[in-house]
């Protein structure tokens, strides 16, 4: 039927007609017909590969059945249809928040962003920044506080560096990419809250002696040597487990103490 006699069949203008065949060709997926897995494979090589909307239209026309296809019609598929599909149910990694900080730090916008996060369309993107990685930002003055963001960064460089993309880790260079931090605290981040070979977990009988055994009856205690015997704890929270629970429990006797126990006591207390 000619777009008149649509007209005159359905009591509209011709002009309306037009206005609405643009509209449903622009706006419906299907295209009133469904979309087959090769048309879709299409699409989603075409965006890997860096291909415009147009070119990937021109590809999909190729096939024969979608001769008025639209590239906004092949835009609307792959964000509102096939990208949902992809990320569905599909967590955020450590990789993708340091993009979006970084983009967001260097001034990109979130469209600019999303090409640089594959699989995650600029809404997707924005939400995320507002609503988790820029929702934990530092208060102002406490510049020890790191954020979501921050500590994404922060692994990224050390997986980069696990997998021999960069030469060495220069802390240094990782501030610069945080907000108002000092090379010292992102070394610090990593190594007593980031790394994964950290203990989290409640102490054992065996680490507590070992730092009874380290501490001795030594003037100058020195717990990064103590670190080295008790491996996935580090020099700071050996010295924090040393002072705030082990000396009280030694000072006050609040458990029963085990012969080796007994003979460590008699040598820090001599």
Not at 30 to 37: A, D, G, I, L, R
Not at 113 to 122: Q, Y
Not at 123 to 146: C, D, H, M, Q
Not at 153 to 167: K, N, Q, S, T, Y
Request: net charge positive; charged share 25%.
């Amino acid at each position: 039927m000619t777009k008149k006699e649509i007209a005159a069949l359905y009591k509209r203008t011709t002009s309306l007609v037009i206005t609405r065949g643009k509209l449903i060709n622009t706006t419906n997926p299907t295209q009133s017909e469904n979309w087959s897995e090769a048309e879709d494979a299409i699409i989603a090589n075409g965006i890997e590969n860096g291909l415009s909307y147009a070119a990937i239209t021109a590809e999909i026309k190729l096939q024969g059945k979608r001769a008025n296809l639209q590239s906004n019609t092949v835009r609307n598929r792959w964000i509102d249809v096939l990208v949902p599909a992809l990320v569905k149910g599909r967590n955020w990694t450590a990789e993708e928040d340091a993009k979006i900080a970084d983009g967001v730090r260097n001034g990109m916008s979130f469209s600019d962003i999303a090409t640089v996060v594959k699989g995650r369309t600029h809404v997707a993107i924005e939400s995320r920044w507002n609503n988790v990685l820029n929702a934990t930002s530092p208060p102002k003055g406490n510049s020890g506080y790191f954020s979501a963001a921050e500590d994404a960064i922060i692994c990224a460089e050390h997986r980069l560096f696990a997998d021999g993309v960069i030469p060495k880790l220069d802390y240094g260079k990782i501030a610069d990419k945080l907000f108002g931090k000092t090379e010292k605290q992102a070394r610090l981040r990593w190594t007593t809250v980031l790394d994964p070979l950290l203990i989290k977990g409640n102490w054992t009988e065996e680490e507590d002696v070992k730092i009874a055994i380290g501490v001795g009856k030594k003037d100058k205690i020195k717990y990064s040597h103590i670190a080295t015997t008790i491996p996935g704890r580090t020099n700071i929270i050996i010295r924090r487990r040393w002072v705030k629970k082990l000396v009280p429990v030694i000072e006050k006797g609040q458990r029963s103490w085990t012969e080796e126990e007994g003979k460590i006591y008699f040598v820090t207390s001599n």
